[in-house]
C-alpha cells in the first residue's frame, strides 16, 4: 500500500509537470513537483491550475453576476472613485472593465486606449480588454490589431476567448473565409456552448441558415442540461442569439 500511494503522488506530480510544460509555466515548478511530489502537487493546484480552471472562472462570473443584478452601477462608481483617488493603471484598467460589463463600450474603449498608451500596453489583460471594447464598438481593425498579436506571443492565454474575438472581427470586416475558419477551428478545438453560439450567432447574420440550424439544434441540446446558475450566466450570449435568430426570420 505504501508503495501504491507513492507511486499516486508521482503520477498527480507528473499530471502537474505536463500541465505546467504545456502552459509555459515557470521550471521551479518542476524542481517542487519531483522533489516533493505529494505537497508539490496540491501546492501547484490551487496556486496556478486552480484560478485559470473554468471552475474557478464560472464561480467567479456567478459571484459578479449577482452583484451587477442588484446593484449594476456599483462597480462603476466604485472603479471611478477608486481611479480618481490613485489614478494608476490597474485602477484605469478596473474602470474599464467596469464599463464594459454594464455595456458602455465606446467608454470603456477610451479608458482602454489610455492604459496601452502606459508603461503596461503589453499586458495580456489589457489588450484582451481593449480587444473586447473594440469588438463591441465595432472598431475590428483595431481589435485585430492587439488579437492577433497577442495570440502569437500569449498562445496559452485565454484561447478560447480570443479565439472567438479574432473570429468575431474578422467577420464584421467581411472576412467572412478566414471568419468561417477562425469558427470552426474554435468549435472543434473547444466545443463549448459560447463558441457554438458566437458561431451561429455569425451564421445567421451571413444568411448561412444551415449552418445556424445545425448549430442551433446542438445549442438546445446543451441547454437542456443547463441548471439555473449556469442560464443566468449564459443570458447575454442566449439574448444575443434570439435577436440574431430573429433578424434572420424576418428576412427570410
Known amino acids: 500500500m505504501p508503495i501504491a500511494g507513492l507511486g499516486l503522488h508521482f503520477i498527480l506530480a507528473i499530471l502537474c509537470a505536463i500541465h505546467a510544460v504545456r502552459h509555459r509555466q515557470n521550471l521551479y515548478w518542476l524542481m517542487i513537483l519531483f522533489a516533493f511530489p505529494l505537497i508539490g502537487s496540491l501546492v501547484y493546484f490551487f496556486a496556478v491550475y486552480l484560478p485559470n480552471s473554468r471552475l474557478q472562472r464560472g464561480a467567479m462570473k456567478a459571484v459578479s453576476a449577482a452583484?451587477?443584478?442588484?446593484?449594476?452601477?456599483?462597480?462603476?462608481r466604485e472603479a471611478r472613485l477608486a481611479f480618481e483617488d490613485t489614478p494608476t493603471a490597474q485602477n484605469q484598467m478596473r474602470l474599464a472593465s467596469a464599463l464594459l460589463e454594464v455595456g458602455d463600450a465606446p467608454a470603456a474603449?477610451?479608458?482602454?486606449?489610455?492604459?496601452?498608451k502606459g508603461p503596461f500596453a503589453s499586458d495580456p489583460e489589457i489588450r484582451f480588454g481593449a480587444a473586447r471594447a473594440f469588438v463591441e464598438c465595432q472598431r475590428f481593425a483595431d481589435a485585430l490589431r492587439y488579437l492577433e498579436p497577442l495570440r502569437q506571443e500569449r498562445p496559452d492565454f485565454r484561447p478560447e476567448p480570443v479565439a472567438?474575438?479574432?473570429a468575431r472581427a474578422l467577420g464584421g470586416l467581411s472576412r467572412a473565409a478566414e471568419a468561417r475558419r477562425e469558427f470552426e477551428a474554435a468549435v472543434a478545438r473547444f466545443g463549448t456552448w459560447e463558441a457554438k453560439a458566437?458561431?451561429?450567432?455569425?451564421?445567421?447574420g451571413t444568411g448561412d441558415r444551415d449552418t445556424a440550424s445545425r448549430l442551433q439544434g446542438e445549442l438546445e441540446?446543451?441547454?437542456v442540461r443547463w441548471n439555473t446558475l449556469t442560464r443566468e450566466l449564459n443570458e447575454?450570449?442566449?439574448?444575443?442569439?434570439?435577436?440574431?435568430?430573429?433578424?434572420?426570420a424576418r428576412q427570410a
Open 67 to 76: 452583484a451587477r443584478a442588484i446593484d449594476p452601477q456599483r462597480e462603476v
Open 236 to 248: 447575454p450570449s442566449e439574448r444575443r442569439l434570439r435577436a440574431a435568430r430573429e433578424l434572420s
Open 164 to 166: 472567438l474575438l479574432i
Open 221 to 223: 441540446k446543451i441547454a
Open 109 to 116: 474603449a477610451g479608458e482602454y486606449e489610455s492604459c496601452l
Open 198 to 204: 458566437e458561431y451561429a450567432i455569425w451564421a445567421y
